[in-house]
């Protein structure tokens, strides 16, 4: 038997509808098949305070620890495996075994595994998520799996005005036009082809002993590293947000990745739209911040 942690069921049945709720009802069959197919031999309660996918301690016949990871495998994980193999352990959570099948991965145990959200010295947070995130933005063969930024962004353009309109046009068709305008830019973007991580935060960064932070859970791409950078940004700013303290938090994340400020500032405004338009349409949360962070993005940089 094992326990689902209420916050996957939850994301699950919100994001995915029939296709989570048979995901769910499937998953304790998969974790048996894995239990044969690779050499587990005891599993732990399930980690607390992720929301995609099941993953839980494991021990294996060699008394080894590791992770057991299963995916809904969708367009933003199931390219999770190959990211990690690209990066083969530097800067990242090493990949034991995979299954793209079952949605599932064997990953190293990282240990003593804090999340590197917890360091009390907030700028030492910054300085070692930034040092992190320039070691991953490595090129990638032409013949790589990753689906592109610019493709995304060409999606987001087509898909942002219908969304806005079942939603009720929630907040001014200004920051809608402006988010449709830079994706339809970002669709046709030559920036250099690097593998992104749409997911990039300090609470995915824990630490370990084979180095003292490695990165867990990409959501991998390829294209603009500033994508990335505005994902980090947004998991930074406060519940209120001051437009002084806006602009100092992008420009020394700029600064310390090597990125344009207005590029970052532009990918902010872009993925805020987008997630209040997702928590509108699952109504998984609050969709007020978002758009007060695509405001502040859009007022401090004169992108409106």
Request: hydrophobic letters at 45%.
């Amino acid at each position: 038997m094992i326990t689902v942690p209420a916050s996957v069921t939850q994301m699950q049945l919100a994001a995915n509808g029939e296709a989570g709720r048979a995901w769910l009802a499937k998953l304790p069959h998969l974790v048996d098949e894995l239990r044969e197919l690779w050499p587990i031999v005891e599993i732990g309660p399930a980690f607390e305070g992720g929301s995609v996918g099941y993953v839980a301690p494991v021990v294996l016949r060699d008394r080894s620890r590791a992770v057991l990871k299963v995916n809904l495998p969708d367009g933003e994980t199931d390219c999770e495996p190959d990211a990690l193999a690209v990066w083969n352990g530097q800067g990242a959570v090493r990949l034991l075994r995979s299954d793209p099948r079952r949605g599932a991965m064997l990953l190293e145990r990282l240990e003593p595994g804090v999340s590197l959200a917890t360091l009390p010295d907030r700028e030492a947070a910054i300085d070692i998520a930034c040092s992190l995130l320039r070691r991953l933005w490595v090129p990638v063969p032409s013949s790589h799996p990753f689906r592109l930024v610019t493709r995304l962004a060409q999606e987001y353009a087509d898909a942002f005005p219908a969304k806005y309109v079942r939603a009720g046009r929630p907040f001014a068709s200004s920051l809608l036009a402006c988010a449709v305008d830079l994706c339809r830019r970002f669709a046709h973007d030559d920036a250099p082809r690097t593998l992104a991580n749409r997911d990039f935060h300090l609470g995915n960064i824990l630490a370990a002993r084979r180095e003292p932070w490695l990165v867990i859970d990409p959501k991998p791409l390829v294209g603009d590293p500033a994508f990335d950078a505005a994902h980090l940004i947004r998991s930074l700013l406060p519940d209120a947000i001051p437009i002084p303290g806006y602009e100092r938090l992008v420009s020394t994340i700029a600064a310390r990745l090597g990125l344009p400020v207005k590029r970052i500032a532009e990918w902010v405004l872009v993925r805020s739209v987008e997630n209040a338009l997702w928590t509108l349409a699952t109504g998984m949360g609050d969709p007020r911040w978002d758009v007060a962070c695509a405001a502040a993005s859009g007022e401090s940089f004169h992108l409106l």
